[in-house]
Nanobody, 118 residues
Framework: QVQLVESGGGLVQPGGSLRLSCAAS????????MSWYRQAPGKERELVAR????????DYSDSVKGRFTISRDDAKNTVYLQMNSLVPEDTAVYYC???????????WGQGTQVTVSS
C-alpha cells in the first residue's frame, strides 16, 4: 500500500520559516523523482520544487527560487521542503508527489496546509 504522508504545515508570520516533510512507503523511494506541489484557493495546482533520484538535480518555480530548498533522505524514505522568507502568497495546501520519468504512475499525498499571515 502506497502512502505519502506530509507533515510540518501550519500558521507562520511573513518572513518566517517552515520545514515540510513527506514520509513515503509502499514503493521504492530511491527510484522516484520527488516533488512538492501547492494549490491556493481558486488556483490551479502548481509545481514548487522537485528533486531527481540519482544525481539529486533540483528544479524550482521562479516564485520560490532562492527561498525554498528541496532535499531527500533515501535512508529514511523522506523528502523535505525547507521554506524560508515566507510571504502571504505562499499560502496554499502543499502536496508531496512521486513520479518516474518513463512511467505514467504517480502518487500523491493528502496535503498539508501552510498559511502565511500576521
Amino acid at each position: 500500500q502506497v502512502q505519502l504522508v506530509e507533515s510540518g504545515g501550519g500558521l507562520v508570520q511573513p518572513g518566517g520559516s517552515l520545514r515540510l516533510s513527506c514520509a513515503a512507503s509502499g514503493f521504492t523511494f530511491s527510484s522516484a523523482r520527488m516533488s512538492w506541489y501547492r494549490q491556493a484557493p481558486g488556483k490551479e495546482r502548481e509545481l514548487v520544487a522537485r528533486i531527481s533520484r540519482a544525481d539529486r538535480n533540483t528544479d524550482y518555480s521562479d516564485s520560490v527560487k532562492g527561498r525554498f530548498t528541496i532535499s531527500r533522505d533515501d535512508a529514511k524514505n523522506t523528502v523535505y521542503l525547507q521554506m524560508n522568507s515566507l510571504v502571504p502568497e505562499d499560502t496554499a495546501v502543499y502536496y508531496c508527489h512521486a513520479g518516474w520519468r518513463f512511467s505514467a504512475t504517480v502518487y500523491w499525498g493528502q496535503g498539508t496546509q501552510v498559511t502565511v499571515s500576521s
